[in-house]
């Protein structure tokens, strides 16, 4: 868990912090960027293909300063399929693509 690499908001990854008992070693691709009001944040990266359309979901969680914070914002089905397809966000993220 990165929450930005500053142990203060790994309260706002709770459900992260529950799964994994507090062990930060088993999670991997947490960022901390912040990204401002209509601003794109744009993430490579390198996942097997065998993880598409094997019943695996990707859940991105978004938290802002000050504010709630927003559990599973985007929870997508990890397919071929859906790739290029626009999700939207249930709180701060307005739409997610991803693309292989």
């Given at each position: 868990?990165?929450?930005?690499?500053?142990?203060?908001?790994?309260?706002?990854?709770?459900?992260?912090?529950?799964?994994?008992?507090?062990?930060?070693?088993?999670?991997?691709?947490?960022?901390?960027?912040?990204?401002g009001a209509g601003r794109q944040l744009e993430i490579s990266l390198d996942l097997s293909n065998a993880l598409f359309d094997a019943g695996y979901?990707?859940?991105?969680?978004?938290?802002?300063?000050?504010?709630?914070?927003?559990?599973?914002?985007?929870?997508?089905?990890?397919?071929?399929?859906?790739?290029?397809?626009?999700?939207?966000?249930?709180?701060?993220?307005?739409?997610?693509?991803?693309?292989?």
């Open positions: 868990m990165d929450g930005g690499g500053k142990s203060k908001y790994y309260k706002h990854l709770t459900d992260w912090y529950r799964m994994t008992g507090g062990d930060t070693a088993q999670v991997n691709g947490i960022t901390g960027a912040s990204v979901t990707l859940h991105i969680d978004a938290s802002v300063e000050d504010m709630r914070d927003s559990p599973a914002e985007v929870s997508v089905p990890l397919t071929t399929q859906g790739a290029g397809t626009p999700v939207s966000g249930r709180r701060y993220i307005q739409s997610f693509t991803y693309d292989m």
